[in-house]
């Protein structure tokens, strides 16, 4: 592929050269473009020798007085000749450039004259990134399908620790290669226009600052869910508990941790959401009171008092209108019976039940083995296959419930 490599003024433009190398190896043609301020971090010269080819750092770096018209039009060149634009560190300001269509130099300029994949990878100060104005402005830009490669979380160059700093070069090197891999397979966009909100993982419930209640759950199936839905053209909201999983790009990916804390976030993000998945195991008790001190233990037995969390399903059955809703039901038996008590009593288009507690399927695994209840008494079982396959199945049911 022809890569453009888009390198904006923050303190991870270095971090740049590294990436054009590992982008050559893996036998792609790169061109890179700097900003002015990028080029207050690092020189063109290392681009250039890396790459092999004259860096444009200008809109009119190439002009002379008498070549006038080539030189004014590169940008549209440079956009016609190459498969996609990576833009590694962008900085908050590149990215409110982008997506509000500014064209002030020749980066932003190629930007609007591109048609190709566009994957962008932020770096900037927490603060920055948490702002609404650029939280506005990624939700513009993934809207538009373009990928986001989500800051890390760490310490930043300005001392503080926060997400903000670039995300890691393979992992932008996967999203590089899951956009070259998409573009080159026209890819099934039935989901599209759909906003579907999926939640995922475990919640943890505090005991004490060091302690809490959780479940198994590693959050695979809704991240699978989330990927899935978003190759086929949804726009994701992923709410997730803690996991260690790597969110997929172009989802906007909200981190939890109780369970009244992905309430809150759910009954936040419910709006626009036209399908809402809650795959996540939520606990359904939390200690009545979690204490600020650690609890030292006494020689005598122990008693812990829990109390109902809001089952954030049934609130939404409640109040679903037109949206789609699926539950997930994790049992040790009687799949048929338990799923369609669920289906029922939280008022959901479909329950997605799985056995728990065999060895190769359910919580922790790669695959799953499902069965589908949906409304009006349709069962449909799937047989086990890994996640994703098992996503792209409970995805295809999203348009018979539209038909
Ligand atoms: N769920 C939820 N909020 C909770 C508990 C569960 O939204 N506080 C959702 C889960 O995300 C899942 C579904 O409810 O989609 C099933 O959860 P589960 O705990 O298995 O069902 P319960 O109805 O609580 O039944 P039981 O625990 O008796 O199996």
Redesign the pocket.
């Known amino acids: 592929m022809r890569i453009v490599l888009g390198v904006t003024g923050g303190i991870a433009a270095y971090k740049a050269a590294e990436l054009a190398r590992l982008l050559i190896r893996s036998g792609h043609e790169v061109q890179a473009v700097l900003t002015r301020s990028a080029e207050e971090f690092i020189r063109p010269l290392t681009f250039a020798s890396l790459t092999g080819r004259k860096v444009i750092t200008d809109i009119f770096s190439s002009a002379s007085p008498d070549a006038t018209l080539s030189s004014a039009v590169e940008h549209i060149g440079v956009a016609q000749e190459h498969d996609l634009l990576l833009i590694a560190p962008a900085t908050a300001n590149t990215l409110a450039k982008l997506a509000h269509g500014l064209a002030d130099d020749f980066l932003s300029t190629m930007y609007l004259a591109f048609t190709g994949p566009v994957v962008l990878a932020p770096a900037m100060n927490d603060k920055m990134w948490a702002h609404p104005a650029t939280q506005a402005n990624l939700v513009a830009l993934r809207a538009r399908g373009h990928y986001i490669v989500d800051p890390g979380t760490g310490f930043l160059a300005c001392g503080t620790l926060g997400q903000g700093r670039l995300a890691e070069n393979e992992t932008i090197l996967a999203a590089v290669e899951a956009a070259v891999e998409a573009a080159l397979q026209p890819p099934v966009r039935d989901l599209k226009g759909e906003h579907l909100l999926i ?1 995922a993982g475990p ?1 943890q419930e505090p005991l004490d600052p060091v302690r809490y209640l959780t479940n198994r759950s590693s959050g695979k199936m809704g991240y699978a869910l989330a990927q899935a839905a978003l190759e086929r053209g949804a726009t994701v909201t992923l709410v997730s508990g803690p996991v260690s999983l790597n969110p997929p790009v172009g989802a906007q990916v909200v981190q939890v941790r109780t ?1 009244q804390e ?2 809150d976030v ?1 009954i936040a993000n419910l709006d626009t959401a036209t399908t809402v998945i ?7 008790y939390r200690p009545a009171a979690a204490s600020s001190e650690k609890i030292k233990k006494a020689g005598t037995p122990l008693t812990l008092e829990l109390t ?9 059955g409640r109040t679903k209108g037109n949206r789609i809703l ?6 040790t038996g009687n799949l048929r019976d ?1 799923a369609t008590r ?1 289906l029922e ?2 008022n ?1 288009d479909m ?2 039940a799985n056995l728990v507690g065999g060895p190769d399927s359910g919580f922790e695994s790669d695959n799953n083995e499902v069965l589908l209840a949906l409304k009006g008494g349709e069962f449909i079982d799937i047989p086990k296959a890994p996640k994703a396959e098992i996503a792209n199945r409970i995805l295809d049911q999203i348009g018979r419930f539209r038909s």
Not at 308 to 316: G, K, N, R, S, V
């Open positions: 939640t919640t369970a992905m309430y759910v809650k795959c996540a195991a939520v606990a359904d109902p969390t809001t089952d954030i399903l049934a609130e939404l699926i539950g997930f039901a994790a049992e338990y669920k009593a939280k959901c329950i997605v």
